[in-house]
């Protein structure tokens, strides 16, 4: 009858109220979203140069206001912090869900990665100065840094990776035991490939999380501007991210071209973080296709 269909009945005025919410919802994100890049975009892009990308900065000399130290610190805590945790969180994913029985103690990890995954990064930080700087006397040191944030990421490693990796089809493991492959075998051969793309979101997630703090890294990894002088070398030394360079600029800015230099810096932070996301996202589609 088209009464009773489901096309022939009218639609109600609460589902068009819920639908208009939804959009308008939608379009206030996407507004405000895009709102705030293009502010720090149109204020930051005309005050990036080469000279502001390659040179190293100082508080004293007017001509040396560039970000290169900033820029290497920043990358030797993304590639050291995720060298750091994700092999670790891959790798309790992978017991949590295909190896560890599944009982209190695995419903206690979880709960406790989600409650890790909610608490403030300065209690991080000050756990990281405390045991890291203090204890273990590195004193506020990138390395400091790096320990610090890979437990502040490894909550957003672990959960992601899980809910990837219990995506996997469970017909895709009985065939290959089926076909007489080993746990192991199947594990890496077949349900990690699977999941690697969602291996690659935590990994992604995580990226961002490094690259946009501060209040963990203010605590430990310090504020020191110098070039680096070596690898081995600057790891054991202080160092500031964009993300601190901003905040520190920011906050003691007394002249506008300082607020210049601020702007700048977060441009450059966004063209960043635009590009680690781009590369990673690349390299998850060849995965996918392979």
């Not at 994700?86 to 709960?111: D, E, N, W």
């Not at 204890?135 to 909550?155: N, Y």
Request: aromatic residues 8%.
């Amino acid at each position: 009858m088209p009464g009773n269909s489901l096309y022939g009945k009218r639609k109600r005025p609460a589902d068009a109220a819920l639908k208009f919410l939804i959009n308008a919802a939608a379009a206030l994100t996407v507004t405000a979203l895009v709102g705030i890049l293009l502010y720090i975009l149109v204020n930051g892009v005309p005050y990036i140069s080469w000279t502001f990308l390659s040179t190293a900065y100082s508080e004293t000399d007017e001509n040396l206001k560039g970000i290169l130290p900033m820029i290497i610190n920043t990358m030797y805590i993304v590639v050291i912090t995720l060298l750091i945790s994700a092999p670790i969180g891959i790798s309790t994913a992978i017991y949590l869900t295909q190896y560890a029985k599944q009982g209190r103690l695995v419903k206690a990890i979880r709960f406790t990665t989600e409650v890790l995954s909610g608490i403030p990064s300065i209690l991080f930080g000050l756990f990281g100065y405390t045991v890291f700087c203090i204890l273990f006397r590195l004193q506020t040191s990138i390395l400091a840094g790096c320990l610090t944030m890979s437990i502040t990421i490894l909550p957003t490693i672990i959960r992601t990776t899980e809910e990837s990796l219990l995506s996997v089809p469970e017909a895709y493991k009985e065939g290959a035991m089926a076909l007489g492959a080993g746990k192991l075998r199947v594990v890496m051969g077949i349900v990690l490939p699977c999941a690697m793309p969602g291996v690659l979101t935590a990994v992604i997630l995580a990226m961002g999380r490094i690259v946009g703090e501060s209040a963990a890294l203010l605590f430990t990894s310090g504020l020191s501007y110098n070039m680096p002088r070596g690898f081995f070398r600057q790891i054991f030394a202080s160092g500031r991210t964009l993300t601190l360079h901003l905040y520190q600029t920011a906050r003691e800015a007394s002249s506008p071209d300082a607020m210049h230099i601020a702007f700048a810096t977060a441009a450059v932070l966004l063209i960043l973080v635009f590009l680690l996301n781009r590369i990673a996202g690349l390299f998850s589609r060849a995965l996918r296709k392979g």
